[in-house]
């Protein structure tokens, strides 16, 4: 029979654990909260670099009591947001785009992403920022952003850095795609699939594809989260080269895991999608719970950061940013024409 004397004790150490916790998630919902209110005002700034910003500002002061339960938020939410960004995109929306823009994809987020970290190392910038600038701009910005640095270990401020060059080169994008576009005569079709494939956040796709109607939004939003399926092999092979670089992680005997468990549940979750058992219900408020929760992982990422070391970055971050952008554009507006996808 199976002894109950410890049931005491395990109840304590579960208060314990749970006060201990509490301000932080105290913290990080009312941050949260805060950053939807923003976006809620503010439509084309993205909940998630609100929630980024916050948690640097709110950082500077935040007492030691909460830091814990911020740190437990902050991993926890990042991977269960990550494995239900899964559920927006199943694979009948990607073949439905034809071969030649799925190749024009993965062509673009491969340029990209090797095409950046060679250019940090150019300008100068530390390897996780060159990193982070990579996974932001090839892929899917913040989020994919606060994925990859779950499985690398980087400095808070290469995290904000890259976050903040996504939504200052991600901004901009979405008042020279149309532009451009018209000035090259580009038809609706054509300029959502290079708004997809060039601009970095979802909310900036749909404002950078929305001057050339609805066509071009669909199509641009299908095309983005197309890169977005991405996430899940880039993640895993910058694992396995974390494992390969650190090997057994200091004091604990393990290696990272070859695969992480939150990458095989973005790809579960993105296989459920595709077979159309889900509820459409079940699926708006899994968007919504998505955002939430990577926007609670991003403010608790943001209240690690120092603002000192953050700004002594800033030129070359900048410079990197602007190279990437330039690289993204001219990759995927190149890839659509040699593959003939638009």
């Given amino acids: 029979m199976t002894t109950t004397c410890d049931e005491p004790g395990l109840a304590r150490r579960a208060l314990t654990r749970a006060g201990t916790l509490l301000p932080g998630l105290l913290v990080a919902a009312l941050g949260t909260a805060m950053a939807f209110g923003v976006n809620t005002l503010l439509p084309a700034v993205s909940a998630l670099t609100v929630a980024v910003v916050l948690g640097v500002l709110v950082g500077q002061f935040l007492p ?55 250019l940090g190392r150019i300008v100068g910038v530390s390897r996780g920022l060159g990193l982070m600038v990579a996974t932001g701009f090839s892929i899917c ?30 901004s901009a994008a979405i ?11 580009l038809s609706p ?3 959502g699939a290079w708004a997809g494939l060039s601009v970095h956040e979802v909310a900036q796709v749909v404002a950078a594809a929305s001057p050339a109607g609805a066509s071009a939004v669909g199509i641009a939003v299908v095309v983005k989260l197309t890169r977005v399926v991405l996430l899940a092999p880039m993640v895993a092979g910058v694992s396995l080269t974390e494992r390969r670089r650190r090997g057994t992680t200091a004091g604990t005997g393990k290696r990272p895991p070859i695969v992480p468990m939150f990458v095989l549940g973005f790809l579960a979750m993105m296989l459920l999608r595709s077979n159309g058992i889900v509820p459409a219900g079940v699926l708006s408020v899994a968007q919504v719970s998505t955002t939430l929760l990577l926007a609670a992982a991003l403010f608790g990422l943001g ?30 507006f190149g890839a659509l024409a040699l593959t003939g996808a638009a």
């Fill in 64 to 118: 030691e009591p909460a830091r814990a339960g911020l740190a437990w938020a902050t991993k926890k939410f990042l991977r269960l947001g990550v494995v239900l960004l899964g559920l927006q995109l199943g694979l009948g929306e990607v073949f439905g785009l034809g071969a030649g823009t799925v190749i024009a994809v993965v062509v673009t987020v491969l340029v990209v992403f090797f095409g950046t970290i060679a």
């Fill in 141 to 170: 910005g913040a989020s994919a952003i606060a994925a990859m640095d779950s499985v690398t270990d980087n400095d808070r401020e290469d995290v904000a850095t890259g976050v903040t060059l996504v939504t200052l080169y991600g």
């Fill in 175 to 185: 008042g020279l795609v149309p532009l451009i576009g018209r000035g090259l005569g």
């Fill in 189 to 191: 079709e054509h300029l």
């Fill in 303 to 332: 209240t690690g950061v120092r603002l000192g070391r953050l700004l002594r970055t800033g030129r070359r971050g900048l410079a990197l940013g602007a190279l990437s952008t330039v690289l993204v554009a001219l990759v995927g």
